[in-house]
């Protein structure tokens, strides 16, 4: 039988350290514990919110309703071949746990994607992505438990409309399904051969640079790592010292004309073409041109070192990080005339 707890303060669960109630409160750690919590006959009138390592994710006031942290734990491989090897991770396992089992394994794909935080379960949710590699990437399918019908449905790649910080569960099916489980495809790096074969990839930002500082001479999934590792810790705030959620924002993506618009009035405007034609633009850049940069505003700011971090420095409530979101949208749409979205999910 579930315990679940009546206004527990979610201070704990979230890593901007907002400390909102939540009416009700359970840890699942199976997907019974999940269909008994559905059966319970005095929580079904009750809204439900799922959490996983709450670090993307903005409480703006306390939450009328049920919250089910999905703690589901276990790793496992499902199938392999000699060059392939598919491992499921449920929901409750951290995501990071789950990128160094990979590493110690020899198995490639998820090094890129080292050091996010959160669990497994949210990461196919905004289909996570850092360092030139997204989880589509190497996804190969999901379970996830119907919050009404109670059904365990699969997900296949396609199925997940996977797009820059999207997909149908932050989409048309949000809050309708709890994604149990997770199953990504590895490449199995077992000999000098298949090293010698695999994309690694270290096109993205200051990667090959931090290699060659580290004197990883030698290309491995574990340098690969540490390097991407050593670029985020010099430039993220650590949740546990400071209160964020990552990026705020997404990058926004303009049209060709627009952004020839904006590139003859700032040319030095840092910019990264797609293949459709359009151009994203980062919101960090963007933002610290509008001055809000270190900037500290009560017990809120936009971090020293990426403006695009929005942070609590002590007790700040949601409702002031969402006003201070809310002011810094406001002025990137006034000098620019960009619409800046959040990326983080406000509740
Ligand atoms: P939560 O915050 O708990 O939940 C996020 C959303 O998913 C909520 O809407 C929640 O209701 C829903 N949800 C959670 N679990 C489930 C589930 N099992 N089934 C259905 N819905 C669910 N993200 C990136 O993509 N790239 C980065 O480089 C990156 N860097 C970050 C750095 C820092 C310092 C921080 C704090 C965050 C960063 N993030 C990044 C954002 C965040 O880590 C990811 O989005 C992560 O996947 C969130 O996982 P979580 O378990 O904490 O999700
Ligand atoms: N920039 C500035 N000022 C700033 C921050 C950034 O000018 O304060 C400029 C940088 O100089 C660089 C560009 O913006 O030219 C991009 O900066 P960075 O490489 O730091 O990446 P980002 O676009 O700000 C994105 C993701 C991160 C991810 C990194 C690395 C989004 C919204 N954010 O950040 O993801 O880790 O790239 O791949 O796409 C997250 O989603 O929470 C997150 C942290």
Redo the contacts with the bound molecule.
């Keep these: 039988m579930n315990t679940v707890e009546s206004n527990i303060s979610l201070k704990p669960y979230n890593t901007f350290g907002i400390d909102a109630e939540a009416k009700y409160f359970t840890e699942i750690k199976s997907v019974d514990d999940f269909r008994e919590v559905l059966e319970d006959k005095k929580l079904a009138g009750e809204k439900k919110l799922i959490l996983g390592g709450g670090s993307n994710i903005l409480l703006t006031q306390n939450y009328d309703g049920l919250v089910i942290r999905n703690c589901i734990p276990g790793i496992e491989v499902v199938s392999e071949t000699e060059h392939h090897v598919i491992v499921k991770a449920n929901a409750g396992v951290v995501w990071h746990e789950l990128v160094l089992w990979a590493i110690e394994r020899n198995y490639g794909g998820i090094e890129n994607l080292s050091l996010i935080p959160g669990f497994c379960g949210a990461a196919p949710m905004q289909n996570i992505?850092?360092?030139g590699v997204e989880i589509k990437d190497v996804f190969y399918e999901l379970e996830a438990v119907d919050v009404h019908a109670g059904a365990l449905v699969k997900f296949s790649l396609t199925d997940c409309e996977f797009g820059y910080?999207e997909s149908v569960f932050k989409g048309k099916y949000k809050g309708q399904f709890l994604i149990t489980s997770l199953s990504l495809r590895f490449v199995k790096l077992n000999s000098a051969h298949a090293l010698a074969q695999y994309r690694f990839r270290t096109e993205?930002?200051d990667i090959k640079e931090t290699l060659s500082q580290m004197r990883a001479y030698d290309l491995s999934i574990k340098a690969v790592s540490d390097a991407v590792i050593k670029i985020?810790s010099s430039?993220?705030p650590d949740p546990k010292k400071i209160g964020n959620a990552?990026?705020f924002?997404?990058?926004p993506v303009v049209s060709k004309p627009e952004y020839e618009r904006l590139v003859a009035i700032y040319p030095v405007m840092?910019s990264y073409l797609q293949k459709d034609g359009s151009v994203k633009v980062?919101?960090?850049?963007l933002?610290?041109q509008c001055g809000w940069?270190g900037k500290v505003v009560g017990n809120t700011g936009s971090h020293a070192t990426?403006?695009?971090v929005l942070v609590n420095y002590g007790n700040a409530t949601g409702n002031q990080i969402w006003q201070l979101a809310l002011d810094i949208q406001q002025s990137v749409k006034e000098k620019f005339g960009i619409e800046i979205s959040p990326?983080v999910n406000v509740v």
């Design positions: 992505g850092a360092y910080r993205y930002g985020r430039k993220l990552g990026s924002f997404k990058n840092p980062p919101a960090g850049w933002i610290e940069k990426q403006a695009l990326e």
